[in-house]
């Protein structure tokens, strides 16, 4: 398998071109174009059922294209051309094969040898906190914790009584058994999924919803290994529906709805473009017909803190000036971008209409 | 679609195929079945000899007439036609024993007694016999004769036996008369049965003239064991191959799979590893029944014609020398890539276990048509069905090697027969390559075969 290491001069780019595709005479992916000229984090968002997931079948080659390219370094992205990771929505594993098998496979399918297979999955395994299922004697190491712990007494006072814990019981040391896969949780197959992702180090990292399903900590768990890898160089194609996440990390977007782009760019720049119309105002008393008085819409109210949407700074200076000028005290003037959520929703309600 | 991408291209078709002989290894089941399916075609020979053996022993004995065991002391025969005159005429009775034996058990020919006819009734010669008396008596009837065997109503003899000795008489009173009115033996077989057999032509004789090596029986069992064989290997592996790719489809494996390896890589690995498995279950098979073979014959001294006389066992193969072997096993691979990759396209129209119920049960269909054909075609040997099963698939499969090896077609039809199969598993192969990537990605559950070449279209 080609290695696709990251030049300095920037040369390697991704180029997603007039993306098109149709069942029939439904067309679920329509001209969608985007392009990623350095590492970094991007973001294909859209409805349900607006084409994200095939737009992702169609750029990594496993879905026959009706039109347009899709390149790497200039030449046509397939797993020959570049070393791809791809974390699927639709998580699986075999049920019955062992874990170290199936990753294995994977690493051996990839065209990493053996050793380093086994070397990446001992640490992929530890850094996601998935080893009591992949080693057995690492699950039992935690039965035998776990049984240690079954023993433990406290007296009166809370104090671990420890003469008759020192050491396993003789005759009570169950014998270790891994789980099967089909018994592992949601989220630890999904970390698995995620390791089987990571096993040849990829260049390009394709995950599609990866922190749906998991728990605050391996989120955080998940989210600390994206930041390394865009730290390292990597370039990423990330679909969510989390958009808090997704402004965490991405830096351009294209948001879909019914099967055509309708925004793409970076973030910031778009952003931008739509300026800043958020205004969160505190004061200490009612301020309601300055409001009216500077057109200003009204969002939400409590206690004299006003949540206000102005058409942009122009607005929200005259609203301000209006205040000054009538004395009236302010604890707070926040003006700010729309979010990406608020992007989002409009963007898909301007598609509806 | 990127137009320069070989769809064609079997890149990473080592490692599937690797990984799944390795999981067929381990998997508890496949083991197990591999152990047991050995075992019976081991033994499959020798239990069938056995058990056969067991039947005929049986048989014959009910109707075998040991001399040697017949406990009388004394057998009075009353020939009222006056044919056996002597005792030297049934000598069949004492035949195994010499004349002057003198154990008391068995019957020598001193015990017979060939009485002068008489017109005594039935009645009168039962209140002379003793206990360990027998009394054939032979006269004469409306429709020729009769000969009935009389003991004492208290009588120790055994009613078999009494049946035996008035059998054994009853023949030897035949040949007697036979020979005292110049009539041969030939000529009497043929009054009994109704048959002249001056015009019948021996099967060494008929096979001859017709250029056949091997009779139509022999060839009906050949076409029944090596079709059985193929049908084997058929249902062994598509059940699992089916299973294989829906699951892989299920779990959505297949989509991390597709960004690693190419879709036909995937199939074929899948297909020709579970090959593997079938194909050195089938070697270790007929090793062992070989081995079986050998052993009954070089330690129980019961030949290999008798064996193999006794039923069907996997020692077929050997049968027919090299080139015949080859062709055998050349068919058993072919007919496995045609079902297997049959197996495989149906298996990635599935989404649910109901689909695969249904796409095993498609894929067994076929396989049990063409078995029922090649079967059926055996037991017809007739030359243009012979040729014509030979020829077209998917019952050649099942059927063309049987008909090259006991010499119904001729090599050039044989060789056509291949050509035929290969381009049909090439034709499979194409279509494979076209719509096994769409399909295993489609959610459709039609599984019919218009959804596979309409995917294969695109």
Known sequence: ?353 | MNKRENIYSLEGFSKVFKFTVRQTFKNKGYLLSFVIFVLVMTLMGPLQYLGQSAGQGAAEDSMNFNSAEVDVDNIYIYDQLGVIQSSDNVKDLYESRGKDDDKEAGITSDKINVEEATDASEDSIISGLKKKDVAVVITASETGYKVNGIIADDSDVEIDDLDGITEVIKDDFDTKRFEDNDVKAEDAQMIFSGVNTDGVTSETEYLSKESKAISGQKYMFYMLGFSMIVFIVVSMSTSYIITSVTEEKQSKLVESLLVSVRPMALLLGKVCGMMSYVVLLLICGVIGSNVSGYVMENVFNITEEKFSNSGFNFSIFKDFGVVGGVALVLSVILAFLAFGMISGLFGSTCNKTEDMQNATGNVMTISMISYFAAVAAGGMDNDIVNKLIALIPPFSYFAAPVTYVTGRISAPILIISYVIQIALIVGIVVISAKSYRNLLLSDSTTQKLKTIFKSAKG
């Open chain 1, 1 to 353: 398998m080609l290695n696709c290491n990251l030049k300095e001069d920037g040369r390697m780019s991704l180029v997603v071109k007039n993306l098109y595709k149709k069942y029939g005479e439904k067309v679920v992916v329509d001209d969608i174009s985007f392009e990623m000229p350095k590492p970094g984090v991007y973001a294909l968002l859209g409805t349900n059922g607006a084409g994200k997931t095939t737009s992702i079948r169609m750029i990594l080659g496993m879905l026959d294209k009706d039109g347009g390219e899709v390149t790497w370094d200039g030449k046509p992205l397939n797993f020959d051309t570049c070393n791809i990771g791809y974390l699927a929505e639709e998580r699986g594993l075999y049920p019955k094969y062992t874990l170290v098998d199936q990753i294995r496979y994977f690493g051996e399918l990839r065209g990493v040898d053996r050793k380093t297979v086994d070397e990446r999955i001992k640490y992929w395994a530890e850094r996601l906190k998935v080893e009591e299922y992949i080693y057995p004697e690492k699950a039992a190491e935690l039965l035998e914790k776990q049984q240690y712990e079954g023993r433990v007494r406290y007296d009166e006072n809370g104090n671990a009584i420890s003469e008759d814990f020192s050491a396993p019981k003789k005759g009570r040391k169950k014998k270790a058994k891994l789980q099967s896969p089909d018994q592992l949780s949601k989220g630890n197959q999904q970390k698995i999924q995620f390791l089987i992702a990571m096993i040849s180090e990829p260049d390009l990292l394709v995950l599609d919803e990866p922190f749906s399903g998991l728990d605050p900590v391996n989120t955080d768990i998940l989210k600390e290994v994206v930041r390394e890898q865009i730290a390292a160089g990597k370039y990423i194609i990330m679909s969510s529906h989390q958009m808090e996440v997704v402004e965490e990390f991405c830096t351009d977007i294209t948001i879909l709805h019914r099967s055509k782009a309708v925004v793409s760019g970076n973030l910031n720049e778009i952003k931008k473009e739509r300026g800043r119309v958020n205004l969160s105002l505190k004061v200490e008393q009612d301020i309601s017909s300055y409001i009216k008085e500077a057109g200003v819409e009204l969002v939400s109210e409590k206690e004299f803190e006003y949540t206000l949407k102005v058409t942009g700074d122009e607005q929200a200076n005259k609203l301000l000036s209006s205040l000054i000028n009538a004395g009236i005290s302010i604890v707070k003037f926040d003006l700010s971008e729309m979010s990406l959520h608020e992007i989002f929703v409009n963007a898909v309600g301007e598609g509806e209409e």
